[in-house]
């Protein structure tokens, strides 16, 4: 278990969660989805969820928790995990899920959940990949974990999302590309915690030119 990974996290539950996920998979990238006991994780449920890779950038809701669900006043299954985030947001958002799940990255990102009134609700949510059906990483293992309490929580809908952080952690060492990144002030080791994997070529050289740190938000 990796302390720097989890310091990378502000929330308990988070921490919990991504523990669990890492005691799972041992020496693999990501644990498979069928390693998953919902009664180890039983405190966790209401704001734990799963995505499924629909193709492209595209994932969905397959499974979320009754507090997640209670937040936005609607089920989650089967809606498009990309609604929620702003136009501006949305190739940081596809960069991450990329990384999650071509490379076998966990992602940690900060974001307040807004609703009509334009009242705001920090969330610190975890991204973790999963190996399902013999395939690699077309689940997400999520938790979307809220920060503080706020009265309207569960009463005025969580429209959409502004994020303020982003961190990658990935699944091994740290790739060449990252390694020898020539724009270290603006990615470094403390930005995207890397710990152990090979050079990832072409691809990774488009992750690194196309993915930057956010840290005080896009919008």
Known sequence: MSQTSVGLMKSASTQRLYNYW????????????????????????????????????????????????????????????????????????????????????????????????????????????????????????GIAAPMDSHYWIGTSPILHHTISSMRLIWPDEKPAFLRHAVNDDVLGDNDLLVQDTADFGDHATARRQAFRVIDGGLS
């Open 22 to 141: 890492e005691n799972l998979r041992g020496e693999r990238a990501a644990p498979e989805r069928r390693d998953i006991e919902p009664s180890a994780i039983k405190s966790l449920l209401g704001d734990v969820f799963i995505l499924e890779h629909d193709g492209g950038a595209g994932f969905s809701y397959r499974l979320a928790g009754s507090a997640l669900c209670s937040a936005y006043c609607r089920e989650l299954k089967g809606r498009d995990f990309r609604q929620f985030w702003k136009d501006e947001d949305l190739e940081a958002v596809d960069t991450m899920m990329l990384a999650v799940r071509e490379d076998a990255a966990a992602a940690v990102l900060g974001f307040n959940g807004v609703n009509g009134r334009n009242q705001a609700a920090p969330y610190e949510m975890l991204l973790l990949p999963l190996r399902y059906g013999g395939v690699d990483f077309p689940r997400i293992l």
